[in-house]
T-cell receptor
Framework: EAGVTQSPTHLIKTRGQQATLRCSPI?????VYWYQQALGLGLQFLLW???????NRGNFPPRFSGRQFPNYSSELNVNALELEDSALYLC???????????FGSGTRLTVV | QKEVEQNSGPLSVPEGAIASLNCTYS??????FFWYRQYSGKSPELIMF????GDKEDGRFTAQLNKASQYVSLLIRDSQPSDSATYLC????????????FGPGTSLSVIP
């Protein structure tokens, strides 16, 4: 069984640009969660998608957005990039709203 | 503000010793508790979860929960150099992962 896959592995963007990060959940998993892990900080919850709908979002500005596609894959968009957006972005999926999460390997976003 | 606190470390233990990792949480409504292991540059991997007061053992790992003291711990017996990683404690108040709060992690180094 393939795990949670994220792309790209690394992404370098200039301040003010937009970044798009992608996540494919484990087959059969319908819930996708996005997290930000900045250096020295814990995992911060960003967004939760389940069955194609946004179910909750964390304490992040609206320039962080995303969507979930009919095949349950998801993308995270970050607009108007700021230097402090540099972080590891992790996607996790679970079989249901209450299932245990499995994390992907992450996308390292660097904003210069 | 709901918080999960951990000593950042680094915690150093000799090979074969017991490593003890501690965590406190602020939300008395938390119902589920997780320990993740994260190797440098890798994604978090769930190693233990616990819902009830007391101890839960899985191989060399024992999770301990004391809801009255709002305290969770992870014991690693017969520590191996391969256990060297950052350990994330997380506490959840609901049935879905969007309510899970992660601590900043404790860095463990097992010295051969």
């Amino acid at each position: 069984e393939a795990g949670v896959t994220q792309s790209p592995t690394h992404l370098i963007k200039t301040r003010g640009q937009q970044a798009t990060l992608r996540c494919s959940p484990i087959s059969g998993h319908t819930s996708v969660y996005w997290y930000q892990q900045a250096l020295g900080l814990g995992l911060q919850f960003l967004l939760w998608y389940d069955e194609g709908e946004e179910r909750n979002r964390g304490n992040f500005p609206p320039r962080f957005s995303g969507r979930q596609f009919p095949n349950y894959s998801s993308e995270l968009n970050v607009n108007a990039l700021e230097l402090e957006d540099s972080a590891l972005y992790l996607c996790a999926s679970s079989r249901s709203r209450t299932g245990l999460n499995t994390f992907g390997s992450g996308t390292r976003l660097t904003v210069v | 503000q709901k918080e999960v606190e951990q000593n950042s470390g680094p915690l150093s233990v000799p090979e074969g010793a017991i490593a003890s990792l501690n965590c406190t949480y602020s939300d008395r409504g938390s119902q589920s508790f997780f320990w993740y292991r994260q190797y440098s540059g890798k994604s978090p991997e769930l190693i233990m979860f616990i819902y009830s007061n007391g101890d839960k053992e899985d191989g060399r790992f024992t999770a301990q929960l004391n809801k009255a003291s709002q305290y969770v711990s992870l014991l690693i017996r017969d520590s191996q150099p391969s256990d060297s990683a950052t350990y994330l404690c997380a506490a959840g108040g609901g049935i879905s992962y969007d309510k899970v709060i992660f601590g900043p992690g404790t860095s463990l180094s097992v010295i051969p």
